[in-house]
């Protein structure tokens, strides 16, 4: 593909308020000469042309045999995420685990929408002709598999410890999942830094272990200087988010979020106005029917969106590249880039990955040395003021989602707290290996008032975390999922 650069003003798409994005412009439009199709630049179809991954489909890179962790709201067998090698085991740590309708499964919808981004796929279809069938669905890694592990509700409440504890279970179970990548679409307002941080020490934990950890930039505007927790941790891959203007044009919006110049986000990816998979009757769907775009597909912006663009990224890179170590795909993430308007390496990091450019580059030796965090701050300071309620009862101070003691750094081996968590104990004992698939979910399993009730969550499960502003059909923009 031969590609132009073009000088873009910034478009005038949105304005940023406290906590939520409002859109103000309907999504980009490509025309497409395969079959005269007309799709928005946001469709999958031009995100994998604007970061150059369709030139490794057509080399057999694919992600085949790269397996991404993706620790978020869970995910659902839509269709495109449904053959019997992609979603290879399931653990649910969230407050439903014990809810027989919403175990494993995505009742919010974020985590189905970041899953499809990064190795979702239409049974049957080949990524080497996908440029001739626009009408199939292809996350940037259509070929990768996926581990769900579920810490959030349908509400997307998660105390922090679930979330710790999900870095805890991926890092123990990465050998035997062959798990390379860890995606975590988040961010907290924890006001510690890095180097005391319960959630980061939990991360470059993972980091040190070998994984490829990719995290959320944030969504809190130009004006932020500063990027939140986990993102402000130097270790990890923080990927901020940009808007395509045509194939090879972008634009930071103005509710990404800028570093402060020294800890900056990494890179860049699409992020804006993104067509992922649709969780048909969660929450994001019934009440932000907004977002919809087709029976199949929804529509959603921010960081999260451009976290996952980089996770299928970084698992595309480790398919040619096996031997690749998770500092040089960092390197090599960084090291050919588009730069967007404004060119502020606050805003964008390094540019916009292009992997056609980088993908048979010779890594070389690249080692980080930051100063390692210890992790240990409180639990409680690391929660931002974000609680949640759990059986009538707020989840505050020096104790877990299990209301067991956080004892900050005692954590032994793979597990935390001292070992009380056993990676088991919130699931009934089981998670789910590819006999997930074969889960009887149609889309129907659940009616509206599953949730929207007080079964689920009236009384047992009312986080704070988010509102009922926080969703506004084309943005992820409230404090947690970004």
């Known amino acids: 593909m031969i590609r132009t650069r073009h000088i873009h003003h910034i478009l005038a798409t949105s304005l940023l308020t406290v906590g939520v994005l409002v859109v103000a412009a309907p999504a980009a439009q490509a025309h497409n000469d395969n079959g005269g199709h007309d799709l928005p630049l946001g469709s999958m179809y031009h995100v994998v042309d604007q970061i150059g991954a369709r030139e490794l489909w057509q080399q057999g890179i694919t992600g085949d045999g790269v397996t991404v962790a993706i620790i978020d709201t869970g995910v659902v067998p839509v269709t495109a995420l449904s053959e019997p090698d992609k979603v290879v085991a399931a653990v649910d740590l969230s407050a439903e685990a014990g809810v027989p309708e919403a175990?494993?499964?995505?009742?919010y919808g974020h985590g189905t929408h970041v899953a499809g981004i990064i190795a979702g796929h239409t049974p049957g279809t080949n990524p080497a002709t996908a440029e001739d069938h626009p009408e199939w669905f292809m996350g940037v890694a259509p070929e990768a598999s996926l581990v769900s592990v579920k810490v959030a509700d349908n509400t997307g409440a998660a105390d922090i410890s679930q979330v710790i504890a999900g870095v805890d279970w991926v890092v123990e179970h990465a050998d035997e999942l062959?798990?390379?990548?860890?995606?975590?679409?988040?961010t907290s307002r924890s006001p510690l830094d890095y180097l005391s941080d319960p959630l980061t020490f939990a991360l470059e934990r993972a980091w040190n272990a070998g994984l490829v950890v990719v995290v959320a930039a944030g969504n809190d505007g130009w004006g932020a200087h500063g990027l939140a927790s986990p993102a402000n941790d130097p270790y990890v891959i923080a990927a901020g988010a940009v808007e395509a203007v045509d194939e090879s044009d972008f634009v930071v919006p103005?509710?990404?979020?800028?570093?402060?110049?020294?800890?900056?986000?990494?890179?860049?990816?699409?992020g804006a106005h993104i067509d992922s998979l649709r969780v048909p009757a969660s929450r994001v769907d019934q009440e932000h029917p907004e977002g919809y775009v087709s029976d199949t597909l929804f529509r959603g912006s921010g960081s999260s969106q451009a976290a996952a663009v980089v996770s299928g990224a970084a698992a595309l890179l480790l398919d040619a590249q096996p031997n690749l170590t998770n500092d040089q795909v960092k390197a090599l993430l960084q090291r050919k880039t588009e730069q967007p308007t404004p060119r502020w390496a606050a805003l964008a990091g390094a540019g916009v990955i292009q992997l056609d450019e980088i993908y048979q580059l010779r890594a070389g030796a690249s080692t980080q040395t930051f100063a390692a965090a210890v992790g240990d701050g409180s639990i409680e300071a690391a929660r931002g003021g974000q609680h949640v309620v759990y059986n009538g009862t707020e989840i505050t101070g020096e104790i877990t989602a299990l209301g067991t003691s956080w004892t900050g750094t005692s954590w032994t081996g793979d597990r935390w707290t001292s070992g009380t968590?056993?990676?088991?104990?919130?699931?009934?004992?089981?998670?789910m290996g590819t006999s997930w698939t074969g889960t009887s979910w149609t889309g129907t399993s659940?009616?509206?008032?599953?949730?929207?009730?007080?079964?689920?969550?009236?009384?047992?499960?009312?986080g704070t975390s988010w509102t009922g502003t926080s969703w506004t059909g084309t943005s992820w923009t409230e404090t947690t999922w970004g």
């Open 103 to 107: 175990t494993y499964l995505d009742t």
């Open 446 to 462: 659940w009616t509206g008032t599953s949730w929207t009730g007080t079964s689920w969550t009236g009384t047992s499960w009312t």
């Open 178 to 186: 062959d798990i390379r990548v860890l995606n975590l679409s988040y």
């Open 421 to 431: 968590w056993n990676g088991t104990s919130w699931t009934g004992g089981t998670w």
């Open 254 to 270: 103005s509710w990404a979020s800028s570093g402060d110049g020294v800890r900056n986000p990494d890179v860049a990816a699409p």
